[in-house]
């Protein structure tokens, strides 16, 4: 069953999410999942520890707060209601295997306020099988931004791109980053073979999708920050999860990771074995 698959907690960064989760849902015509996971509170006094049921009816009318919420912004859409007991990654990864997309806020409502990306979030986007949505504020009118560098990771993320800017009806900025060699005698030779390799990537999409306005970037600078320069004007960034030849290890590549924290947009990591 396709679905999108929303995480709430209550805490703003989730009630975000929500409503993100909501307009994703009513745009790809998909039903909405919203799960809530919770857990036996240990760090409480034990004199005035509630019991698991107490908890638990807490959870369930959170958790109803979150479905409401969403059947009122929109009444066509079909929402149903998940209930986990336990860490809301593991809850969210067990759900997964049935969405389409999981849509979860930067931060939930636990954990460390300096971090900009809590575990949860991490935690999702490193293992889950489908793409994951990690949502804070978009850009008012911006377009879908993707990182394009030739691998399968960037074919994944611009698969999703290219569908999520259609959907939206929002230009599309393919960004490639390739810092020149060292030699200004190989600039120009590498500026060609990148330029490239970016029109390349994304002609396929590009006439797969012609309804898309694409606008392609070709930038001689850091990955990371060439992409957080683009998260700027843009109303999210895709990105792949990984370049080709990296460690299996690895959960999430190098530039991937760091875009957790510092895109200032919403950010949706694809895996290049995500499902159609």
């Known amino acids: 069953m396709s679905e999108i698959l929303v995480g709430y907690d209550g805490s703003p960064a989730s009630e975000q999410a929500l409503r993100w989760a909501v307009r994703e849902s009513t745009l790809r015509g998909l039903p909405l999942a919203v799960c809530h996971a919770w857990h036996w509170p240990y760090a409480m006094d034990p004199v005035h520890l509630p019991s698991a049921d107490t908890v638990r009816r807490f959870a369930e009318n959170l958790l109803y707060k979150g479905v409401f919420e969403a059947e009122s912004l929109a009444p066509r859409l079909k929402v149903r209601s998940v209930l986990h007991r336990g860490p809301a990654a593991a809850a969210l990864l ?85 810092p020149l060699p060292s030699d200004p005698a190989l600039h120009e030779g590498a500026a060609r073979t990148a330029g490239a390799l970016l029109q390349r990537q994304v002609a396929a999409w590009a006439t797969k999708y012609p309804q898309v306005q694409l606008k392609t970037r070709l930038v001689h600078e850091e990955p990371r920050e060439a992409l957080r320069a683009a998260a700027e004007e843009a109303a999210l960034l895709v990105l792949g999860d990984r370049q080709d030849g990296m460690p299996a290890t690895l959960r999430l590549g190098a530039v991937s990771s760091a875009l957790l924290d510092l895109s200032p947009r919403t950010l949706v990591v694809v895996h290049p074995w995500r499902r159609s």
């Open 94 to 178: 067990h759900e997964a295997a049935q969405a389409t997309l999981v849509v979860v806020g930067a931060r939930g409502g636990e954990g460390f306020p300096e971090l900009r990306t809590g575990s949860t979030a991490t935690q999702v986007a490193e293992h889950a099988l489908c793409p994951v949505a990690i949502v804070r504020e978009p850009g008012a009118d911006g377009p879908v931004a993707v990182g394009v560098d030739g691998s399968h990771a960037a074919d994944a993320a611009l698969a999703f791109a290219f569908e999520e800017a259609a959907v939206r009806n929002r230009e599309l900025l393919a960004v490639h980053a390739a």
